[in-house]
């Protein structure tokens, strides 16, 4: 019996494994809470998952809870959650707040990684595939130019996916 097996059937859990997250499927967690990401909400929760990010990868959903129609919805999930509407952009502001400090509790900051092996068409994209082949972790995204890279990536033992769906080890290669 392999340690894997022996490990599995002793009941023990080995390490986490890691995973990369996008800024739209961040966004899907906790501005939007969709329920097609509550698997990955889960498994992140209950330690199943390790999520791995950047400094960068941080700064970027910074940036993009200013847009204007975030800061909208920011406002809308502040007033659903019990601020007055007279708040107004402090709401927004307080909600963006409590959404990047979800992610500082949650996710361990790594240094940039290296150039990866493929190169995304969108430039703005690179640093979660490059992150990803570095730790070879699964690779969350609903970029349509990350999602092209699947068969790629998985040359190099990182899984992408659009929605976290377990899969055992085998499948992933590993």
């Known amino acids: ?70 800061q909208k919805r920011l406002m809308a999930k502040a007033s659903a959650e019990g601020a007055s509407s007279d708040e ?3 709401s927004a502001s307080a909600t963006a707040l409590l959404i990047l400090g979800k992610m500082d509790q949650q996710a361990q900051v790594l240094e940039v990684a290296p150039r990866a092996s493929y190169v995304c068409k969108d430039v703005d994209d690179q640093k979660f595939i490059d992150l990803a082949q570095a730790h ?18 998985a040359r190099v033992g990182v899984q992408v996916m659009s929605v976290y769906e377990k899969t055992s080890s085998r499948e992933q290669g590993q």
Do not use: C
């Open 1 to 70: 019996m392999s340690q894997i097996d022996a490990a599995s059937a002793s009941g023990v859990a080995g390490p986490p494994k890691s995973v990369v997250i996008d800024t739209n499927v961040i966004l899907d967690m906790f501005l939007y809470t969709d329920p097609r990401v509550s698997a990955l909400v889960a498994a992140l929760n209950s330690g199943e998952l390790q999520w791995l990010a950047t400094r960068v990868m941080r700064e970027e959903l910074a940036r993009v809870l200013q847009y204007e129609h975030l």
């Open 88 to 90: 107004g952009s402090a």
């Open 136 to 153: 070879r972790s699964m690779l969350i995204s609903k970029d349509k130019a990350v999602l092209s890279m699947k068969n790629r990536m």
